[in-house]
């Protein structure tokens, strides 16, 4: 078989890694031959690939970002765009199979171009480890290392200052970087969007921390609202001056509780940081492994599945599972990190 | 209740986090109070301790070693071991309960203490990740992530030599961190106790993997034996002069590929910088978490019982299923690296 | 001789490094005791202090922040500020000398204190490396190895998104932390306070990398201004609302860039993370090196002096020679890094 | 002018850093083209190179190893080897001057090169820091880094057991890795080839650590030779059965120190780890730096020179300082360590 690989969203650290898996598993154990399609769906729907040899995936496991190239192209967009266009794409270049890497929005792609009779295979991927269907996503554990590593530093100058440190990390509409790098880095306060919580409560945790002779710890997912407000600081819109707003919650956030606790605050944004960069070998075992059972999935004709992590075996779920439930930080998960808080 | 802890076998990244988690949720959800034994079940049968309030166990979930000391002491040895001795220690110290995080050889004693009556609940602590009832332990993240970083190092030099390069890595008995590391890294050979591979296929991998160009990457446990051999080296005992005999396998081999293949041949063992120091962001959720789980299996008085991770959750099993079980790497996780191979 | 130890003004990786290089020299050759005041000038004012035995300092050279506390109080301050108070105090307390760590504010006040008769020698602190006086200064290292880390991570992310990425990091007057972080990382353009360089000129240098086939990348420090602009953003007070300004020079230069460009251009502004954390080793035996040195200056009552790095030797400067002189990039350097722009 | 670049020896991180450095300066600023010979002199004798245009030096300074390949080939071996059969082969090439990347022995080949009549510049590398002529030079920094990171794991685990552990660096013939680490990571004992020390001594300070409460730390360059023995290690050939000795003085000093301190004690030679993968920020921007420099030399026809740090700049210096004279850790700058031993 032809199969074509494309990468599309966000970057996310192993995404090179799972590419090297499904071509040396498709290359070695099936004789298979693989392109590359360019920057996402745009390439599927332009029709524009590279030949994906052997050696043009070698050492590629431990480098961040993708060589395809990705993109948030919409596979139904512009006039070569829509199930028929493709398969007649597909057709033209002989590729019996695609590959599709992408989080929610490009697994809901794949769903529909399979309906209309498409032979795809995702592959989950989702730095805020929000899919429903898999444990575990690669890249999460990356982004999270990186946080933490970010989050033990600003510790320190919170120490040596006595002051209050505000983390915002990743996580628009889920908590989970938030709140294992809050966990792993012991933060007094972890705020997450899947929790309301009252301003009042953060200065209560922060002021309790600080009279038990801590510098307080707060780290606050990009999605999160106050228990009174009704909307994301990312979604409010441009300034009263027609400009887009700066700054995420983290910023809004520290002069409100510097001025509720009296503690000098300080905020840092760490963006794009955790997304980018050398995969931990966590992802780069994890990439490589669904990669490799992506091709297994092709090999058997598994059209619409996705391959997912359950405990520590690699399985294959369908699509439907993988769209529509975003996985949310269950209570108890918060409960226990709670226990740390104040 | 009062609650004593203790950290016993080989130091292993995360036991101070297990330490924080178990304190912090005793002492917040239930008002248990906590002492930690010194230096394992030394403490223990010496009824040494320490107290552990709260402030005591602040700031150290990102310390590698643990606060209370270890040793491979065994509960039975001396005037004050076995079990009515140890009983009476604790019920002169008013010590309800105890919770042991350690290894195979901990959990069997803690088991035949609690079949004595003693009120014991257990942590699993191996850094090679070898105990089958936990789907992960702490510590192996770390160590994995160590060894792929070094390894990392090592393929940059192998490749400006074009040199065969050998990383001997942890894993007396068992694979997992050789297994991930070597997948992480790209390793064109991976050597692990659980398979029987000869000299002559090991020399086969690294001149296919030279021949296509690269310099050939060999990952392998200190425990693997080549294939027409009987026993690991560490077991080999004394030389010719009756000293120790230095050097693991990984020495041993490099001159042997050598000649076999022609190829310069260079190896470095990375021994204990895998078992040491900051534990990866992982490995600090995993620990907190089963240091949280494992107040709550003493609240609830399932002694005889540790805590353990099956895909994302936090369970409690019987010692029986973690005493007396090592968990290899099955063959299909094998034949999945050896795709990379060659 | 009984010294006192303070540590003025910002966090820096390397303070423990001093206090630890200070105490063991000071006990192990001189025989001389330690106290250290707390949070800066203000322990010194207010006469608070900790004894510094040899045990206080163990381990604490791979620590950030400041085992003392640290505090932007100037030592003229208050009703106990001022030379002949902090005489009093000091001579109440039994305490011959005084080593002073920090940067151009607190060795300029150490300066007039000494000038007034204290016993002052002075260990130059500034993350920014912008003290004329000495060749480099401890956390420079560390704050540029954490910089270059973090846009080798954004850098994947651009290639992957085919974006411009812009970087901001610290440097308020002075630009060598961008310099080089920006040369290591291989930025495309470095944008620093001593080089007026048109918005025009720098979409020149992004849209010509485009045109290569790489993705842009900025480095700016955050005290850069474009050359048809009088001041710094940090500088532009409040926004319409009566609220501070939110973000910096980075968040403002991506929108223009884009708008100029064509290209999508993202920011992220590293902040905290720059001046916290574990010291990287060139910063530790620097500091450990100064700290001693301080000790031998105190011990020859070089009052009014501070100790420098000049190629790879520690010596002893007047205090004149490090205040009043900002350090700044000399055009020689900015051009040799400018080989590598567009 | 067309300038061919080599680099020779071990390797060491900065390699490609310099060759980036040196293209972008050459093409740049004086219109130069530039070939790589491969693998240090053996392209040159053989006449084996690549073109490198600057696509070719892209993103690599961040890259470990070389681009180029290397050996430890003399230009004097073989056929093709030799002053005259290397001018004609340049003269065959086109190549006006070659840039010579290389330590005491790849400069002492250029030496005489240039002698002949050849146009040679200098570019010095030595992982160890053992050349009189520059301040430092790079991949020294990022060994001492990797070093330092290594010993400051162990350090956990020898606290969690109550051992001593030693650390094994390198360094042959002189101490700066192990002087520059060993002071970073709070070494209780650093033992290098310029200082004989007793074996008594180096029980006394382990001793010494042990009963203040420490886990003693003893870092060991490879070429360290205890008082009352003769030559080091790595030089006394082969064991009773032909093969070659096993393990260097690291492991050797364990038993002997156990022994004599009746303190467990267990020892890691870090070995490759040291010499290979991602320099540090320090070491990019210094090999850029020399490489930049490199061309100028080059352009102003400065034959039999190389380029050096003193202080923060670049100059020129002629191989006659380069070579003969190794740079010893001079006694002062031991004393200054020493203060931090036992």
Not at 58 to 68: A, D, F, N, P, V
Not at 72 to 82: C, S
């Given at each position: 078989m032809k199969i074509g690989i494309m990468t599309s969203g966000g970057d996310c650290p192993g995404l090179n890694a799972v590419i090297r898996g499904a071509v040396l598993r498709g290359i070695k154990t099936y004789d298979h031959e693989f392109v590359g399609f360019l920057d996402g769906w745009r390439g599927v729907v332009d029709g524009e690939c590279i030949g994906l040899p052997r050696h043009k995936v070698?050492?590629?496991?431990?480098?961040?970002?993708?060589?395809?190239g990705t993109s948030?192209?919409?596979?139904?967009?512009?006039?070569?765009?829509?199930p028929e266009n493709i398969a007649a794409t597909l057709a033209r270049l002989g590729v019996d199979a695609v590959i599709a890497i992408g989080g929610e929005g490009t697994l809901a792609g794949a769903r529909e171009l399979t309906n209309a009779g498409l032979n795809i295979v995702g592959v989950p991927k989702t730095i805020d480890n929000d899919l429903d269907a898999t444990d575990y996503s690669f890249g999460f554990d990356t982004a999270v290392q990186i946080a933490t590593e970010a989050i033990d530093r600003l510790r320190t100058t919170g120490e040596a200052h006595h002051r209050c440190m505000i983390a915002e990390v990743m996580?628009?509409?889920?908590?989970w970087i938030a709140l294992h790098a809050g966990m792993a880095a012991g933060a007094h306060a972890i705020l997450i969007p899947e929790q309301k919580v009252s301003m009042e409560q953060v200065a209560a945790w922060v002021t309790e921390a600080y009279e038990r002779g801590r510098a307080p710890l707060v780290v606050v997912a990009e999605g999160w609202v106050p228990?009174?407000?009704?909307?994301?600081w990312a979604e409010r819109g441009v300034d009263a001056f027609g400009r887009p707003r700066l700054g995420g919650i983290g910023e809004h956030l520290a002069p409100e509780l510097e001025r509720m606790t009296g503690l000098e605050t300080r905020a840092t944004t760490l963006g794009h940081i955790q997304r980018g960069g050398v995969p931990s070998a966590y992802d780069r075992v994890l990439a490589t492994r669904l990669g490799m059972a992506s091709v297994d999935s092709v090999s058997d004709k598994r059209w619409g599945t996705m391959v997912a992590l359950r405990g520590t075996e690699v399985v294959s779920v369908g699509f439907q599972e993988a769209v529509g439930n975003l996985k949310f930080v269950p209570q108890h998960r918060y409960d226990e990190a709670a226990v740390l808080f104040g």
């Open positions: 070698r050492g590629i496991s431990k480098q961040g970002g993708t060589i395809l948030r192209t919409n596979p139904y967009d512009g006039p070569n765009g829509g996580g628009r509409h889920v908590g228990e009174d407000e009704d909307k994301p």
